[in-house]
């Protein structure tokens, strides 16, 4: 992450109205920067949560996966439309991401996958959750079996 996303954070609570503007930025490096800043200073507020949200709809694996990442970090405070978005994205086959990335083969998708898993782990802790959490892990499941 460049320099500038870790300058932000320190600056805590303060940075959160600019990193959401930056998230809104079309240039993707910006928008990966900005999420993972505000996934590091992990308040999960209703702006914030919505602003991650909104970028889980990017066509690029890379702002999504940095999307989720930060989410992963106030995954207790997501909400329902947040959970119906991560249920989309794991019914939506997207072609782009399917190129392996790295040496052990993983795609974009895997890593897609990967990161909403652990979205839906750390999610586990709102009691009130469950059912979309174990409903979006059975499609989570079934969508990677079938990959196979």
Request: net charge negative; proline share 3%.
């Amino acid at each position: 992450m460049e320099d500038e996303a870790y300058r932000l954070v320190t600056f805590g609570e303060n940075s959160i109205d600019l990193l959401i503007e930056i998230l809104a930025n079309e240039d993707p490096w910006m928008q990966i920067n900005a999420a993972f800043a505000l996934g590091e200073l992990g308040f999960g507020t209703p702006k914030v949560i919505t602003a991650l949200t909104f970028r889980l709809d990017s066509d690029l694996d890379q702002v999504v996966r940095q999307s989720l990442d930060a989410l992963a970090c106030m995954s207790m405070k997501l909400t329902d439309d947040t959970f119906d978005v991560l249920e989309k994205l794991v019914q939506t086959s997207h072609p782009s991401w399917q190129e392996p990335l790295v040496p052990r083969g993983w795609t974009g998708q895997d890593q897609v996958r990967m990161n909403i898993a652990l979205v839906l782990l750390n999610a586990t802790v709102a009691a009130d959750k469950h059912t979309k959490i174990e409903g979006i892990a059975c499609l989570l499941y079934t969508s990677d079996a079938a990959d196979e």
